[in-house]
């Protein structure tokens, strides 16, 4: 019988060429599950403070959970963990398609990047054979090519391949990690970590089925919740539609960045950017990642205008806010060409976007001119602004240096004002959701430990109305716009759950949108594992692990002093949904601190400490 | 009384018999009234805006509201 685990991870040291296999202790398992949970343990006990992200003692860790040997719904993921060079605080980024999966048939649950190639390299992984192979022929390809070039030189076209593209290589701080040409571990930089290793990609393939504690009860549940999930989704429509159903009920309540979080309302925009506009213009359909009944993510055909042709991925609803309304951009045809040079160059099309719009502002001011950008102006509602921006930042060429570094790096050195013009939280640019808005944002935001992300705490879309967690006591009326009661709650929990979710490794589209419950996830995860855990239990080291990896950020000087919310969002909205209304971001920061058990300075007290266990 | 309804996004298509968006109610009547009148799916009507107010099912309707409808939010990602 077996626990869903191999209890190894792989350890490659890019230094000397050493690869071994170490055991992991089943109480680790146990108090974090794997993950993002795992991996920010394994970080917390192995690097230093205040390491330079892209020095040879940065780590890449590739870590997976339970959820990615049986074909769980959602469980076709896996989290990348090490110190951001875009934040300097820790980081954790997830991604889906295949590659999750594979490494577990493979054999291993984790894998552990250290040191320094001397030379570029990937790493190939076929089982028990794992060889650090020469990259030289591959490295300065972008990402789709990167991964069309190892499958032809291998001769293997059925490995899953997680790459850097170019950003990466030249250590853009906000490079990503592309997988088998279908989703991207995208925020945090941590491709510019591989890439500061000389690592261009780690190549997958298994042929093992790692054990389980209850075959039978496992695959009558994983039936059970397969179906529920899939007309869940057919039902709400995430099927059909993907996250652009989502543009015009988050401008609506005033959730989507306009103009760089400057403008309040843009229905028009969000209407065109959206679906259904979306779906017909771009003949999309689902493009599910391995073992999902959901298929959120977008094919897309673009056959006219002849400049836009394409067949590829579409974007998502982040991408659609940050390179559409965030830059006054309503055509998703040009939102699907910038997304697709992101994908590309290997960067984060949230920040990349968060840049553009960042940028375009500070050309209005005069901050920027010509002289910066290589001749061409920044404009509002301009394709060649975001096209040609995102080329650049991703290659790191022409005005690209500038931003190599993040927004709020750039800003430093752009003009003394223009730092309280950067939307983020501890460096990481905003995603598409205004904390002006779901007020449950800021303290998510502010205390984010990989900084302003609402996908490690989906907070929001308990707001309007998406799920609700009533195991945990989260119901359907508990909190309300602009109301501050329950909403430190709320955030706190989502971000437990972020964190369980991304340790599993579980999509957590399967409860937000597919209405999977906590109970249900519960049962599957005892089938898996054989242990017995309650809710609560399992919930609990969703919260261990969010633990951890803060104490990570406080080891390296990020206390409660950096918890604060940028000058520019606590701009007042003059029209709209949120019109007149103000965060009361202190009084839910102290509620929120007080709920967690923390200091005042922010580090947990030794009671939390103690419930927690650690 | 006649209210002014706008649904959004994915609601959109529960309007298309009403292109003014302006929707005849009779006596009194709730916007739950107003929902199962549309068709909507009321399991999925979890955001309401009455005037720019965030509202529930139960609130009552007078002549000349204007009422929002969302999808709720699903999918942040």
């Known amino acids: 019988m077996g626990n869903g685990y191999w209890q190894k991870t792989l350890r490659v040291n890019l230094t000397t060429g050493d690869i071994r296999v170490e055991a992991i202790d089943e109480k680790d398992l146990k108090a974090f599950i794997g993950g993002a949970g795992l991996g920010a343990e394994i970080l917390r006990r192995e690097i230093p403070e205040k390491i330079d992200p892209l020095s040879p003692e940065n780590l890449v860790i590739f870590a997976t959970g339970p959820f990615q040997g049986p074909s769980v719904p959602g469980g076709a993921k896996f989290s990348v963990v090490g110190i951001s060079p875009q934040t300097g605080t820790y980081a954790d980024t997830a991604a889906g398609a295949d590659w999750g999966p594979a490494i577990k048939d493979a054999g291993y649950d984790i894998v552990i990047l250290e040191g320094k190639s001397p030379k570029p390299v990937y790493l190939q992984i076929i089982d028990d054979d794992v060889q650090i192979k020469d990259a030289a022929a591959i490295w300065g390809k972008d990402t789709f090519e990167s991964i069309d070039a190892i499958r032809r030189e291998t001769g293997d076209d059925k490995l899953s391949v997680a790459t850097i593209g170019p950003a990466g290589e030249r250590l853009v701080a906000i490079a990503c990690i592309a997988v088998d040409k279908h989703s991207f571990a995208g925020r945090c930089g941590l491709g510019a970590v591989m890439g500061s290793k000389n690592i261009k990609a780690v190549a997958v393939r298994g042929t093992k089925t790692v054990p389980v504690a209850d075959p039978d009860k496992l695959k009558e549940l994983i039936k059970k919740y397969q179906k529920q999930i899939h007309d869940t989704a057919v039902e709400n429509e995430l099927r059909a539609h993907g996250t652009p159903g989502l543009c015009e009920t988050a401008e609506g309540l005033g959730d989507m960045p306009i103009k760089y979080w400057e403008q309040d309302t843009w229905p028009e925009g969000a209407k065109k950017l959206g679906a259904p506009n979306y779906t017909e213009q771009l003949n999309a359909k689902p493009l599910p990642c391995k073992f999902c009944p959901i298929g959120c993510h977008r094919q897309v055909s673009i056959t006219s205008p002849e400049k836009y042709r394409y067949e590829g991925i579409g974007p998502e609803y982040e991408t659609l806010g940050l390179m559409g309304t965030n830059l006054l951009i309503d055509d998703p045809k040009v939102v699907t060409i910038g997304n697709d040079i992101a994908n590309r160059m290997g960067v984060d099309t949230i920040s990349v976007g968060a840049m553009i719009g960042f940028a375009v502002g500070c050309f209005e001011k005069g901050w920027l001119t010509t002289d910066d950008t290589g001749g061409f102006e920044l404009k509002w509602g301009d394709a060649d602004t975001l096209l040609k921006m995102t080329e650049l930042i991703g290659l790191r060429e022409g005005i690209g240096e500038l931003f190599a570094a993040g927004t709020l790096a750039a800003a430093k050195k752009i003009h003394p004002d223009a730092v309280e013009e950067v939307a983020h939280c501890k460096g990481l640019d905003f995603p598409s959701h205004d904390p002006r808005s779901c007020i449950s944002l800021a303290p998510t935001y502010a205390t984010g430990t990989r900084g302003a992300c609402h996908f490690r705490g989906p907070c929001e879309d308990v707001e309007m109305g998406g799920f609700y967690l009533p195991e945990v006591g989260i119901n359907e009326g508990d909190v309300k716009f602009f109301e501050q009661k329950n909403q430190s709650l709320v955030a706190s929990k989502c971000q437990d759950l972020g964190v369980l979710c991304n340790s599993l490794v579980l999509c957590l589209f399967m409860i937000d949108g597919g209405d999977w419950t906590l109970t249900g996830l519960t049962e599957v995860f005892n089938a898996i594992t054989g242990w017995d855990f309650s809710v609560e239990e399992l919930m609990l080291t969703g919260e261990r692990g969010f633990t951890v990896q803060r104490m990570n950020n406080l080891r390296d000087g990020y206390d409660a002093s950096s918890e604060v919310m940028p000058k520019r969002i606590l701009k007042i909205a003059k029209e709209g949904f949120r019109a007149g209304k103000e965060i009361p971001f202190e009084a839910m920061m102290k509620e929120y601190y007080a709920l967690r058990g923390w200091e005042p300075n922010g580090a947990p007290c030794e009671e939390t400490l103690k419930r927690l266990s650690l | ?77």
Do not use: C, H
């Open chain 2, 1 to 77: 009384m006649v209210v002014n309804v706008k649904l959004m996004s994915l609601f959109a298509k529960y309007l298309k018999d009403y292109p003014d968006g302006k929707i005849s109610l009779g006596g009194t009547a709730t916007v739950r009234t107003l929902a199962e009148s549309l068709d909507l799916p009321i399991k999925r009507v979890k955001i309401i805006t009455v005037n720019g107010k965030q509202e529930t099912l139960d609130k009552s309707l007078s002549d000349g509201d204007l009422v929002y409808i969302f999808p709720p939010a699903i999918g942040g990602g």
